[in-house]
Each structure stands twice: as C-alpha cells, then as structure tokens.
C-alpha cells in the first residue's frame, strides 16, 4: 500500500469513493455527497491523503489546519 496526497487529477475518482462511502445516507440526502465543485474547495484549504495498491484508490483522509492542530 502506497500513501500520497491528492491533486487534481485525482477529483474523479475521490468524488467516486467519497460519495460510494456515504451511500447509507441516500434514504434522507438525494444526490451526491459531494460534488467536484466542493471537492476543489476543500482541496484549497486542507489535504486529502489517499491509499492506494497497484494503482486502485482504497481510502483516503480528508486534513485540514487550524493553527497548532488537524
């Protein structure tokens, strides 16, 4: 398993797992999670760590500062 932090070209397949992790809570919110759209704007004030093997997105930790913590 490899670890690294996202970047643009990542938004696809990111908005894929994050919106598949969250799938539980279709019956009360329609639609996507989260759109490309929001996945930029978090990606401009913190970070997304991602997991991978051989090339497969399996996780990823959404990070963000706020002074002296994450």
């Excluded at 919110?29 to 759109?35: A, M, T």
């Amino acid at each position: 398993m490899t670890f690294r932090f996202a970047d643009e070209s990542d938004l696809d397949a990111l908005r894929d797992l994050i919106n598949h992790a969250f799938a539980v809570e279709a019956f009360f919110i329609r639609g996507d999670r989260l759109s490309p759209q929001r996945l930029r704007e978090h990606m401009q004030v913190g970070r997304f760590l991602l997991a991978e093997e051989d090339g497969h997105l399996l996780g990823c930790v959404y990070v963000e500062l706020h002074r002296d913590h994450a």
